[in-house]
């Protein structure tokens, strides 16, 4: 299963089905930016409402905050959860980070330059009609509390659906994006030193599973279990610059980039250890119990793969970079229908948006390669490779050697791919994201009286 490799790339790519060359979303927005996901775009909840589907998001948005960015202007029936990523506004339980997070300040006290960390809970559509900032419940969020809070908003959605209550005869989409396990880290209590790592990040990954039972013993509770396909994936690889606070690559070491300048291969990296992320299906009766599949996913397929199992047609003024993979979820296809490539956009500076790499079958050809600051290593140079580099997976996951021979034919194939997918982003429909930002007035604010935007003070 393939992400993009860093936050909101990631969110828009899994809700649009698009890339961020078309959705103009390739870098994260931030607590003071004034929009989010262009409003010419549209979301997976949105395709679903037009089948009458119920909606929900709970967890972290990081696709704009303001009004038509917030995701109950964005087909979302309602929200709970943090607008951007847990490091972006400052909170006041323990916690941990690199390098160790600063405690909200309290009044009286100068200006600081990001708001409290708000935590949002909103019913309705448009929020309800009114203010967005009304909807905030916790400024700064707690975050020793915030798994709770999402497990309680999942089991009240689901419940609603359940037989004999008011919603029963609504289909759901319930979007959760977890919180999980962005740093800083932090848990409740009661998981302390009850994982087998017997750390911070064991611990609080050990809550996250904890909180993925309950959601799904909430289906299984309504007796919605054998009519609900439940799918869980990642956004990135592990951030090693957080070293002990960041998760395992496994053997996806990106190895090779030792000889490029080192540095991380994980997220923001177009290495398997920047994309490759967990992807598990399930369906009682639908999808085999066990089941194993070496086809090429990506997060985007989720929105041709869902519309068309609720018989929504997407529409033809667009093109799409996800496919349906139902095939690959019932049948056991070996392969993923309708995909020649798969492309892994860069995550750098101006290069952010860039098809840097490329999948084909169990080949991945690098036009450029580039890594992040790792734990004890320097980002390395951004490098153009013509011809590219090419691995074969299935026998170096760990991306340690380009083929020196690659198979005849197969570098012209991979240049043939992009220079058609340029093509055709370039001359299809495509949106322009604004990533202008605003002065204190921008922050989502629970109470512009205190500092940071404190509920209280």
Same mark, same amino acid.
């Given at each position: 299963m393939h992400s993009m490799s860093v936050c909101t790339p990631a969110r828009a790519a899994i809700l649009t089905g698009r890339l961020g060359l078309r959705t103009g979303v390739v870098v994260n927005f931030s607590p003071a930016s004034l929009h989010g996901l262009p409003d010419s775009e549209h979301t997976l909840a949105h395709y679903l409402k037009e089948a009458n589907y119920s909606t929900g998001a709970i967890g972290k948005w990081h696709l704009g905050h303001h009004p038509e960015y917030h995701p109950t202007y964005r087909g979302f029936d309602s929200y709970v959860g943090v607008p951007y990523s847990v490091d972006m506004g400052c909170?006041?339980?323990?916690?941990?980070?690199?390098?160790?997070?600063?405690?909200?300040?309290?009044?009286?006290?100068?200006?600081?330059?990001?708001?409290?960390?708000?935590?949002?809970?909103?019913?309705g559509p448009d929020c309800g009609g009114h203010v967005c900032d009304n909807d905030i419940i916790e400024q700064p969020a707690d975050?020793?509390?915030?798994?709770?809070?999402?497990?309680?908003?999942?089991?009240?959605?689901?419940?609603?659906?359940?037989?004999g209550q008011p919603l029963a005869d609504t289909p759901f989409f319930l979007y959760v994006p977890f919180s999980h396990i962005h740093v800083p880290l932090s848990h409740d209590p009661r998981f302390t030193h009850k994982s087998a790592r017997n750390n911070t990040f064991g611990d609080t990954l050990l809550e996250l599973d904890s909180t993925l *039972?309950?959601?799904?013993?909430?289906?299984? /509770? $309504?007796?919605? #279990?054998?009519?609900?396909?439940m799918f869980l994936t990642g956004d990135n690889g592990p951030w090693a610059v957080k070293c002990d606070l960041a998760g395992s690559q496994g053997p996806f070491k990106g190895l090779y980039q030792a000889h490029l300048g080192g540095g991380s291969t994980g997220k923001l990296t177009t290495w398997e250890g920047g994309h490759r992320v967990v992807g598990v299906a399930a369906w009682p009766g639908k999808i085999p119990a066990g089941a194993v599949s070496d086809a090429t996913v990506s997060?985007?397929?989720?929105?041709?793969?869902?519309?068309?199992?609720?018989?929504?047609?997407?529409?033809?003024?667009?093109?799409?970079?996800g496919v349906d993979v139902s095939t690959v979820l019932f049948d056991h296809a070996p392969k993923t229908p309708g995909r020649d490539a798969l492309f892994h956009p860069c995550c750098? *500076?101006?290069?952010?948006?860039?098809?840097? /790499? $490329?999948?084909? #079958?169990?080949?991945?050809?690098?036009?450029?390669?580039?890594?992040?600051?790792?734990?004890?290593?320097?980002?390395?140079?951004?490098?153009?490779?013509?011809?590219?580099?090419?691995?074969?997976?299935?026998?170096?996951?760990?991306?340690?050697?380009?083929?020196?021979?690659?198979?005849?034919g197969l570098v012209s194939q991979f240049k043939a791919a992009l220079q058609a997918k340029m093509l055709n982003i370039t001359t299809t429909f495509r949106s322009a994201a604004n990533y202008s930002t605003?002065?204190?007035?921008?922050?989502?604010?629970?109470?512009a009286k205190h500092v940071g935007c404190r509920c209280e003070d």
């Open positions: 909170v006041n339980c323990e916690n941990a980070n690199i390098p160790p997070e600063a405690p909200c300040p309290y009044d009286p006290h100068p200006q600081i330059n990001t708001p409290a960390l708000p935590l949002y809970n909103s019913t975050l020793t509390t915030l798994a709770s809070h999402y497990a309680t908003a999942a089991q009240q959605f689901i419940h609603k659906h359940a037989p *039972g309950l959601i799904v013993a909430s289906v299984e /509770a $309504a007796g919605l #279990g054998g009519n609900t396909l997060t985007m397929d989720l929105v041709p793969t869902f519309t068309a199992l609720a018989g929504v047609p997407l529409p033809q003024d667009r093109a799409f970079d750098q *500076g101006e290069a952010s948006g860039q098809l840097d /790499a $490329a999948r084909i #079958g169990k080949y991945k050809a690098f036009f450029a390669t580039y890594s992040v600051q790792s734990c004890n290593e320097s980002a390395g140079a951004r490098i153009a490779h013509d011809p590219p580099l090419i691995f074969d997976l299935d026998v170096d996951p760990a991306e340690s050697s380009p083929l020196v021979a690659p198979p005849p605003g002065g204190t007035g921008a922050w989502p604010c629970c109470n």
